[in-house]
């Protein structure tokens, strides 16, 4: 009900309007007085874990997120109790509870989690009242799509062949069932003639018997398959910050976390260590975050000096732990039967972080936050204070004011 009565708000109000100026690639010629709306970009990354990314770091194979380091305040985000991708998803963009919210993880009472679901109201849609134009693309549990002031695209948990529950699947945009894809829908037409049939979420893991005797060619076909997705997402994102700029640009990765699950390196005698698999592509996790850094090089091409550049994870991953030796479901991806090496969804949240670097104007330089006093509730009224947006009461995070300079201060003491 509550979704209805904010989308019709949207809908009758911007709609139009919105979609015509994100059409304009031209800032408009608009009255003297009109001041331009802060650009912001946030670049959301499933599963992003902090112990693989240093060592790149420091090898200098993530140029341009160490780039975003120096330039800005980076830091770990305390993440929800158990947490998946929808589950912290939803939180990140309502700042409020799982449980409150409405998608509790996957799955909710046996359906796969979706925006009708949604009882809070998420930032896209707040900003959009404040008259922001909002463009969003594969950001997990966003299907259907919601009118929005520009454009949405869905991401992770969207349904279509060969994918018929939606989780951990990847429908090809023209393949998508049970729902709009993309708004408004006149830009499927559009999308298909000039980005191609993209694939909408990262490739769901093989299965235990496709894999038996067969590894290492099954992990090579699964991880060339993962580098298609990547590169058409690459060139979608392109297209969109190219074509469709926006005031607020929602953008996310998911094929991180999904190579992490099962080809996380590791040493043998962990928990659930399988040699045919976990020795076989040790290199493959950590080249997906090389290859993610590639796609924040195009889109760092889109940002200026004085756009604000957000990169949020919603949790880390971490290899299993020796109390779930006996623990069969500890050792399955998502209800699937993949063996996992690495996971999650350990009841305490703060085993598994996920992490926020953000830079553009008034943000600290090579700032570093320490400790977990960051959280994925504190990411969406961070967004609404750039925009001079007031917090609602049902947020529960507050604006990361730590990660800006005190201006203030500065000029009183003259320094
Ligand atoms: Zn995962």
């Known amino acids: 009900m509550l979704r209805r009565i904010f989308s019709s708000v949207i809908l009758s109000v911007f709609l139009l309007p919105g979609l015509a100026a994100a059409q304009d690639a031209k800032p408009a010629k608009a009255e003297p007085s009109a001041k331009?709306?802060?650009?912001?970009?946030?670049?959301?990354?499933?599963?992003?874990?902090?112990?693989?990314?240093?060592p790149l770091l420091l090898k200098g194979q993530m140029p341009n997120l160490a780039s975003v380091v120096n330039r800005g305040a980076y830091g770990k985000l305390r993440t929800v109790s158990s947490p998946n991708c929808p589950r912290v998803y939803s939180t990140l963009f309502t700042s409020t509870q799982p449980e409150e919210n409405g998608v509790t993880g996957f799955l909710v009472g046996g359906i796969t989690a979706n925006t009708n679901m949604l009882k809070q109201e998420p930032i896209w849609s707040l900003l959009s009242s404040s008259k922001v134009t909002v463009g969003m693309a594969n950001v997990p549990a966003t299907f259907?799509?919601?009118?929005?002031?520009?454009?949405?695209?869905?991401?992770?948990?969207?349904?279509?062949?060969?994918?018929?529950?939606?989780v951990l699947c990847a429908p090809k945009l023209s393949e998508v069932t049970g729902g709009d894809a993309v708004y408004p829908k006149t830009m499927q037409a559009e999308l298909l003639k000039n980005v191609g049939d993209f694939f909408i979420d990262c490739e769901r893991m093989p299965s235990a018997a496709d894999l038996k005797g067969h590894e290492l060619p099954v992990i090579?076909?699964?991880?060339?398959?993962?580098?298609?997705?990547?590169?058409?997402?690459?060139?979608?994102?392109?297209?969109?910050?190219?074509k469709h700029p926006t005031d607020f640009t929602f953008m996310v990765q998911s094929c991180e976390d999904r190579v992490g699950h099962w080809l996380y390196p590791i040493s043998p005698f962990n928990v659930g260590y399988n040699a045919s698999v976990n020795s076989a592509r040790?290199?493959?996790f950590p080249n997906q975050?090389?290859?993610?850094?590639?796609?924040?090089?195009?889109?760092?091409?889109?940002?200026?000096?004085?756009?604000?550049?957000?990169?949020?994870?919603?949790?880390?991953?971490k290899p299993l732990r020796e109390f779930e030796q006996k623990d069969p479901h500890a050792h399955m991806?998502?209800?699937?039967?993949?063996?996992?090496?690495a996971k999650h969804d350990f009841a305490d949240g703060d085993d598994v972080p996920g992490s926020f670097f953000v830079m553009g104007p008034g943000i600290k330089r090579d700032f570093r936050v320490m400790g977990?006093?960051?959280?994925?509730?504190?990411?969406?009224p961070t967004i609404l204070h750039l925009y001079g947006i007031e917090q609602p009461k049902q947020m529960h995070g507050h604006a990361l004011s730590e990660i800006f300079e005190k201006r203030e201060t500065a000029a009183a003491t003259g320094n």
Not at 226 to 240: A, G, S
Not at 333 to 341: F, G, L, Q, R, S
Not at 372 to 380: F, G, K, N, P
Request: with cysteine; charged share 25%; proline share 5%.
């Open 372 to 380: 977990l006093t960051a959280s994925v509730y504190d990411i969406a």
């Open 220 to 242: 090579d076909q699964w991880l060339s398959k993962v580098q298609t997705i990547r590169e058409q997402q690459n060139k979608l994102f392109d297209y969109l910050l190219s």
């Open 282 to 284: 040790p290199e493959a």
């Open 289 to 317: 975050y090389i290859a993610f850094d590639k796609v924040l090089g195009t889109i760092l091409k889109h940002v200026d000096d004085e756009t604000y550049l957000f990169i949020v994870s919603d949790h880390g991953i």
């Open 36 to 54: 331009p709306k802060p650009k912001v970009i946030v670049v959301g990354v499933n599963g992003m874990e902090l112990d693989i990314i240093r």
């Open 333 to 341: 991806d998502h209800e699937k039967d993949t063996p996992v090496i």
């Open 144 to 166: 259907p799509v919601m009118p929005v002031n520009g454009y949405m695209i869905s991401g992770m948990l969207t349904r279509g062949k060969n994918c018929d529950d939606g």
